[in-house]
């Protein structure tokens, strides 16, 4: 059984930074691609970031692009994102995420974290 867990979520002001964290037990990270979404209140959940199972290469949504990096440890089984020049925009609950195909929908998720950025 594949169980991911999200934490480092938060209060933050505005401009301010967080790095969520997620860890993988049950199987070896490197075996997926990993992604990060999230959902504000009302709406729908949307992608932020993912990864290959490598590193080597990493999208963005538009949104985050310049301010959020996701990166990973395959050997810690850890998944991270960090998030730099946080906007209330970004409030919301992030979710990771585990996929055996970048191509397909993710077969894993975790609980979610909050992160709320006030203005």
């Known amino acids: 059984q594949v169980q991911l867990v999200e934490s480092g979520g938060g209060l933050v002001q505005a401009g301010g930074s967080l790095r969520l964290s997620c860890v993988v037990s049950?199987?070896?990270?490197?075996?997926?691609?990993m992604g990060w979404l999230r959902q504000a209140p009302g709406k729908e959940r949307e992608f932020v970031a993912d990864?290959?199972?490598?590193?080597?290469?990493?999208n963005y949504a538009d949104s985050v692009k310049g301010r959020f990096t996701i990166s990973r440890d395959n050997a810690k089984n850890m998944v991270y994102l960090q998030m730099n020049s946080l906007k209330p925009e970004d409030t919301a609950v992030y979710y990771c995420?585990?996929?055996?195909?970048?191509?397909?929908?993710?077969?894993?998720w975790g609980q979610g974290t909050q992160v709320t950025v006030s203005s």
């Open positions: 995420a585990a996929g055996t195909s970048s191509l397909g929908p993710y077969d894993y």
């Open positions: 049950g199987r070896t990270l490197s075996t997926y691609y």
């Open positions: 990864i290959s199972r490598s590193g080597l290469i990493t």
